[in-house]
T-cell receptor
């Protein structure tokens, strides 16, 4: 299995909702990442987990809360989002525990905040 | 992190070879050069990585001159399905990593 899966594919939520994005990989990778991508812009790093511990938080607002329950799973909990948070949220993984430049990306979750 | 400069867009025709050049004048000694491809509404896909001279795989070739201040991604005989955004990234000594910081990328359009 050489892919990163993300669910849901699409999500529409109101500003008062709480929702979660899920990411899964079964490649035995030890680093996992969340990125945010706005239309016509490059992906922007949000969080890095290395060996299931949060190693990088790119000053992301607390309304985004990451969680890594085990080495195969990565969640992003969303609460009280703003319309400007609407974007494609990408998950990625890499083989080694250190943040690596060879990353495998999932297809993303298209999030719309209304 | 070394800053990269790429053309914003390029046009090509099916069957042609496409070369996308990336400038990275302040590349550090232990930096690698990595290229990603991204199709609309999909995650980026790792294409190739190199340190110096030439690297080739089944998808592309990467040419890096001796001074390493630039690099060229070469896509042989492109097809319509190669229409995508291509990102050049510099840093991350091998797998020792560092934060993956994407530049603006080059939007390649392949026409029939």
């Amino acid at each position: 299995d050489t892919e990163v899966t993300q669910t849901p594919k699409h999500l529409v939520m109101g500003m008062t909702n709480k929702k979660s994005l899920k990411c899964e990989q079964h490649m035995g990778h030890r680093a996992m990442y969340w990125y945010k991508q706005k239309a016509k812009k490059p992906p922007e790093l949000m969080f890095v987990y290395s060996y299931e511990k949060l190693s990088i938080n790119e000053s992301v607002p607390s309304r985004f809360s990451p969680e890594c329950p085990n080495s195969s799973l990565l969640n992003l909990h969303l609460h009280a989002l703003q319309p400007e948070d609407s974007a494609l949220y990408l998950c990625a993984s890499s083989q080694r525990g250190e943040s690596s430049y060879e990353q495998y990306f999932g297809p993303g979750t298209r999030l719309t905040v209304t | 992190l070394a800053k990269t400069t790429q053309p914003i867009s390029m046009d090509s025709y099916e069957g042609q070879e496409v070369n996308i050049t990336c400038s990275h004048n302040n590349i550090a000694t232990n930096d690698y050069i990595t290229w990603y491809q991204q199709f609309p509404s999909q995650g980026p896909r790792f294409i190739i990585q190199g340190y110096k001279t030439k690297v080739t795989n089944e998808v592309a070739s990467l040419f890096i001159p001796a001074d390493r201040k630039s690099s060229t991604l070469s896509l042989p005989r492109v097809s319509l399905s190669d229409t995508a955004v291509y990102y050049c990234l510099v840093g991350g000594a091998g797998n020792q990593g560092g934060k993956l910081i994407f530049g603006q990328g080059t939007e390649l359009s392949v026409k029939p």
